[in-house]
């Protein structure tokens, strides 16, 4: 018999120690829904700005840095950064594989700040299937966010206000950006894989900065080789381009982001020329550009080898043009189709960011939109599409996020299995298993027996099937 009104002091104590924990996982799928994040499968460690690196990296022992966690973790391990601010530098180094990603979460949506001054790079990243989810991200540095690897996913992150005072390019030539994709230098030429940036926001980036002769402007999110997803980002008021690919991209898709008051184009595209550096199989669609000091669009220096750059139904206002090409080869290499040359009417534009950029009901980028069945949701987590064909931009008109509010009953048991289906006759075993499993409004019930709470508990009504499970 099941006594859910019953718990024994014992349990309650240990529940009520995890308690706050409730909180996580329902956050981590409202914000991480869109991308829908891998399930962690190894050890989950803390971060808190109330730990010490001395400590084991428990919940009730954290680590104090980031970057203690990043040098501990091995593949399928999670790590959750608890609110506050995190003023050290991160550099991930350890690899996670294909069926066993490493993350890295902030446990509330940008609660956890990254601020720091005197270094050119915050976080830098050199290992392959590595998440970065949900951290606000911001100091005098010229990049935000620095990846060298592949199968590397940056989702839902808040990343802002970055550059120096003085405008210094940190003697590097160049001003860098909020998100850099920056290849592999163990390939020649450089390269990488499969790196999707997806529900970002970016802004003010060295915005007042003057141009200098010779040396490259800031730019928000920059994609420098090979393949990957740019998607449900929103991007303004940076010192160059919004959306920059250039040196060595190809199989990218940038679909339903939102570019408006930049400083040269919302979107570029281009090759530096060198060897092997072609760009090709390019595909834009579903992008708003809007009220950028240059054009919407720019085609730059794509020269021999490079093929199938496509734009489809973007919109396109407030530009001082519609699009900019300067390149070599045929015409053909770049296709245009479905374009809308109209304001998209958001519900407040505000050049400053403080607007509203969903769109109005009266919006000629509602249902003007092509399919694209690779992201299945918009920036709040609304399911694509809602009305007759997907909107335009980052934001789907007229439907809800998705949350749960009240879901299903999982049972977990020390006896039981984490290859189960996590029902009565058949529960799961491993909190490190279950709990990112779970969504919002779903009730885990465990059953007899001792376990480990070393484990995760989120967002979830936690009850012991009868007296005898112990934490």
Known sequence: MRHLHKINPYIRINVLALVFLIFIISQMHAVFGQAAP???????????????????????????????????????????VMPGTYNN???????????????????????????????????????DYVNIEGFDISGDGKIGILNYASHTQVLGNHVHHLGRADCG????????????????????????TDNDIIGNLVHDHSYNCPRVSGISGAHGIYHGYGSGIISNNIVYRVMSYGFHLYHHPYNTDIVNNIAFNNRAAGFIVGSDGGVGSTVHDIYVANNIFYDNDWVGIAVYGLGSGSSNIRFNNNLLYG?????????????????????????????NYQPDGSGDYHLKPTSPAIDKGIAFTKISEDFDGVQRPVGSAYDIGAYEYGGTATTQTTGNTYYISPTGSDSNPGTSASPWKTFAFTIPKLKAGDTLI??????????????????????????
């Open 319 to 347: 530009n001082s043009q519609g699009y900019g090409f300067n390149y070599g080869g045929s015409p053909d290499l770049v296709t245009i189709s479905g374009d809308v040359l109209a304001d998209p009417q958001f519900v």
């Open 169 to 192: 390019d940190w003697g590097t030539g160049d001003m860098g950006a909020a998100i850099d994709t920056a290849g592999s230098g163990a390939t020649s030429p450089r390269d990488a």
């Open 89 to 127: 530098p991160v550099t991930t180094n350890k690899h996670g594989t294909a069926s066993a990603r490493i993350r890295f979460v902030s446990q509330q949506k940008w609660g956890a700040k990254i601020q720091t001054a005197g270094v050119p790079y915050i976080w830098t990243n050199k290992a």
């Open 446 to 471: 465990l059953k007899d027996g001792t376990y480990n709470a070393h484990g995760v508990f989120a967002g979830r009504r936690i009850s012991p099937a009868n007296h005898d499970a112990q934490l």
């Open 38 to 80: 891998t399930s962690t499968t190894g050890n989950v460690y803390y971060v808190a700005t109330t730990g010490s690196d001395s400590n084991p990296g428990t919940i009730t022992a954290p680590f104090r840095t980031i970057q203690k966690a990043a040098d501990v973790v091995s593949s399928g391990d999670m790590v959750l």
